[in-house]
């Protein structure tokens, strides 16, 4: 039976991998990562490995083919028999002195050749590849990406006495986390920024695209391959001539969508974000009230807030339950300003991406103003109705 992976964020998945090292590989299973391309698997994986001083070993299995795990089969003239040597790109005979172990990262499983899965089967049941033992203390984690819209799968687990054998995670990349990752590896400030008022921007699950890798590459294209390092340095490129080649590129990493309003965002700021509408920005609401804010920027805005909603409620989250509340009942606010025509479409969408209509009265309740929770009730009081 075919074993479904459990959703997971970076930040779990960190303390996960680090508690099977600490178990000294005493544990009869190995864990297997799944995710869309451009995530973060791999770093993920080698970070740890560096932080808990483990020889990092990164091999990529589209590559390899069943006879390239088990060696190559040489002659051995004096005893008459043919012996194998040991592959250079597997775990050594022993751990490499100054190391405490072995993570051994098998990346790329979707796309490995079929006759691998057996040499898979035998180097996690047995800890031995071939006829090469691996030395104690050696971690194996697999990773693979998840296919369906790009047509990268090749093959998958279908062997129960294998899959019986994994604990099967699915990495849904956070905003969050990757903010705290992009600060320690000074990843381009104007990238940083953009990502912490849109965090929906940082991937598209259902389009692969925009993507944490993609936006890496953004700010190692702004930074290295044009040389500017602030924000102001952007600007000022972007309103000049370098446009249209900056542009390309970064379109070129992210799609055109993220990287027209990517831009957009240096050159002329919206005046509300997703962060702002989550937050429920006293500010903005009395902008809003004003019409002060114009529609487009406003529509992005709450669009975003209800897929970071979306994203919440559908995946294991450090909120806590009165928190994600809040950010439904800001949402929900900023919601009952628009137009009635935005407002039902909002509404609808809502109710259609996130699952959240029993949590809805509740959420209403924590909003800080008696004659402002009785306002957005009045809005939807067809919903209420129906309850």
């Not at 890496?216 to 000022?236: F, G, W």
């Not at 240096?266 to 804010?293: F, H, Q, V, Y």
């Amino acid at each position: 039976m075919h074993k479904n992976p459990v959703e997971t964020n970076s930040s779990e998945l960190k303390k996960i991998i680090e508690s099977h090292l600490n178990s000294d590989i005493k544990l009869n299973y190995a864990i297997k990562i799944v995710g869309h391309p451009g995530i973060g698997k791999s770093s993920i994986v080698k970070q740890i490995s560096e932080d808990k001083n483990f020889y990092f070993i990164d091999t990529r299995l589209a590559f390899k083919e069943n006879i390239d795990l088990g060696g190559y089969p040489v002659p051995d003239h004096k005893n008459k028999r043919m012996i194998y040597y040991r592959p250079k790109f597997i775990p050594p005979e022993k751990i490499p002195e100054g190391y405490n172990g072995i993570l051994w990262f098998l990346d790329e499983v979707n796309r490995a050749h079929p006759t691998v899965i057996q040499t898979l089967f035998q180097i996690i049941t047995e800890a031995r590849c071939g006829e090469h033992l691996l030395p104690e203390k050696t971690t194996i984690i697999l990773a693979g990406n998840l296919g369906e819209n790009d047509m990268t799968t090749i093959t998958d687990f279908e062997d129960s006495a294998l899959d019986g054998r994994l604990a099967v995670f699915h990495l849904i990349p956070r905003a969050k986390d990757w903010l705290v990752w992009a600060a320690e590896n000074k990843i381009h400030p104007a990238v940083i920024e953009y990502i912490s008022l849109f965090p929906e921007r940082l991937w598209n699950e259902k389009e692969i695209n925009p993507n944490p890798r993609g936006w890496h590459q953004v700010s190692n294209a702004i930074s290295k391959a044009y040389m500017l390092e602030t924000k102001e340095d952007l600007k000022k490129a972007l309103s000049s001539g370098q446009k249209s080649i900056i542009e390309k590129i970064i379109s070129s990493l992210v799609g055109e969508t993220a990287a027209f309003d990517f831009i957009s965002e240096i050159i002329n700021p919206r005046k509300i974000t997703t962060d702002e509408i989550l937050a429920g920005s006293e500010k903005k609401i009395a902008m809003l009230e004003n019409n002060e804010i114009p529609a487009e920027d406003i529509l992005w805005a709450i669009t975003g807030a209800i897929s970071e909603l979306s994203k919440i409620a559908s995946e294991s989250s450090s909120l806590s339950e009165k928190e994600m509340l809040l950010k439904l009942a800001n949402t929900l606010h900023f919601i009952s300003l628009s137009r009635a025509d935005s407002r039902i479409a909002f509404f609808q969408i809502l109710l259609r991406e996130c699952g959240l209509l029993t949590k809805i009265p509740e959420a209403i309740e924590l909003l800080n103003d008696q004659k402002v929770i009785q306002k957005v009730k009045e809005k939807f009081m067809v919903v209420f109705e129906q309850e």
